[in-house]
């Protein structure tokens, strides 16, 4: 068991005690407590910013029910469920669903924490959530899939609504999932048009670009960064992205398009090395592997032109050279010794794709190279839930907007955020620091002014 510390955070120690067992949470607490202390530190608005804080790592509500659903022989299985609405000061709660087996209660306040600060600085009106089951889709038929999602709604749609909470789609709830717990939803209430979900199929009031946006978003804003940072661009870069679901496709898709070359994808199995570059045909075959026939990337090798390597990722295996890291697999996948292998071999930039990839350790690391450009997951991954936004305006004009517009939004956006991490990190602090700066200072003000 992790007990966090945070010296010269006298006020957060009960805070850490009591929840000591939350390992999960506590990291993300402290990465931002960390980034704060210049306001906490603030003798003018200093002891508000700190119970500002302090009501602000509470979740508003914790909902925790079980879930019971039939698998193909007719057996009773049950599965354990949360939604964590953590903050609605700037809106309805707004976050994903992650169904997968080590989902528990301190990963969804985690990501639901994370979740505050990343809706917040995209600008539109949302606050933060997170929800999901201890459920594992692989493996199981489409039929058990849905009976399971069937069963989950059951529950859960008394505690959401556009007005309310919006939950989306995360690790194990694609466009499947998405549409039967829609349909069981639309199945109790009677209701359809509703902005009760996002992520939902372009049928029944999905969005355009709505799949392609956290990858996509990750590159505008790793684009905007090195063009400003280092007065270049990704033609002829050689990238690295960890993961192969839906933000490793599309960011592998949209770092083609301008024409990097993408050396790695992976999953938790090992990873596909394309010495030269990945192809787009490379690019189709794994869309085809992840999102029809929901294969493993060894079972691929033989149809692609990179070659497989179990049992490593690409932050452990020295043997390939790249300029930009895209961690888009789960939380903690960089540790301290990934950190410094990355730094002994001349990384320019790490660019979180997924939630957190990054370990405490690893942070330091990174912090203390000034030459490596890093951008911390709430912002970089933001464009998911930007577009996700983006729907919810849709299904309330009962309009569908195109995808051009979409996507000149969504740069809009990306842009924007990088430059509020520039504006409050200040003369010395990080891009990470900024944006934690950014969206606390944000959330802190909407709270007083509510009367919170």
């Given amino acids: 068991m992790v ?51 302090l009501t602000l790592v509470e979740p508003e509500r914790t909902i925790k029910f079980r879930v019971t659903w039939m698998d193909d022989h007719g057996k009773m299985q049950i599965n354990r ?59 199981k038929s489409d039929a058990e899939v849905t009976r399971f999602c069937q069963s ?12 309310t909470d919006v939950p989306a789609g995360d690790i194990g709830v694609g466009g499947r999932e998405i549409g039967a717990l829609y349909g069981q939803y639309k199945r109790i209430t009677n209701t359809h048009g509703d902005a009760v979900l996002t992520g939902k199929s372009a049928l029944f009031g999905g969005s355009p670009l709505r799949p392609e946006a956290t990858g996509y978003g990750l590159v505008y804003i790793a684009e905007v960064a090195i063009k400003k940072q280092m007065k270049t661009n990704f033609h002829g870069k050689r990238c690295a992205i960890s993961g192969s679901g839906n933000v490793a496709q599309y960011t592998a898709e949209k770092l083609l398009e301008l024409a990097a070359k993408v050396i790695t994808m992976s999953d938790s199995n090992g990873m596909l090395v394309f010495d030269e570059g990945m192809t787009k045909d490379d690019l189709k075959v794994i869309f085809k592997a992840k999102q029809e026939d929901r294969a493993r990337l060894w079972s691929i090798e033989s149809k692609v032109s990179g070659r497989y390597i179990p049992n490593v990722s690409p932050w452990s295996f020295p043997k390939v050279q790249f300029d930009f890291a895209f961690p888009c697999a789960t939380q903690n996948e960089i540790h301290a010794d990934a950190a410094k292998l990355l730094i002994k071999q001349g990384i320019l930039g790490v660019f979180e794709g997924a939630n957190m990839p990054t370990a405490l350790e690893a942070q330091a690391l990174l912090r203390n190279e000034p030459s490596i450009i890093y951008l911390p997951g709430k912002a970089a991954n933001a464009g998911g839930v930007v577009v996700s936004g983006f729907e919810m305006s849709q299904n309330a004009e009962h309009l569908t907007w195109d995808q051009k517009s979409i996507d000149i939004k969504l740069k809009k956006v990306m842009t924007n955020i990088y430059e509020q991490m520039c504006e409050h990190k200040g003369d010395k602090g990080t891009l990470e620091e900024g944006a934690n700066r950014a969206a606390f200072v944000k959330v802190a003000t909407a709270m007083l002014e509510l009367g919170w």
Avoid at 27 to 49: M, N, R, W
């Fill in 3 to 53: 007990v966090y510390k945070t010296p010269d955070f006298d006020f957060l120690q009960d805070f850490m005690v009591r929840y000591s067992d939350q390992t999960e949470f506590l990291q993300a607490v402290h990465e931002i407590a960390t980034s704060l202390t210049p306001l906490f530190d603030c003798k003018a608005k200093g002891e508000f910013y700190q119970r500002a804080f």
């Fill in 152 to 163: 989950f709604m059951t529950e859960l749609y008394r505690y959401i609504g556009p007005s």
């Fill in 81 to 139: 469920g949360w939604r964590v609405e953590f903050c609605s000061a700037l809106g309805p709660y707004k976050g994903g669903l992650r169904f997968h087996p080590t989902v528990n209660e301190s990963v969804l306040k985690f990501l639901g924490f994370e979740q505050i600060f990343k809706n917040a600085l995209t600008g539109l009106p949302m606050g933060g959530g997170k929800g999901g089951s201890d459920f594992d889709p692989k493996g």
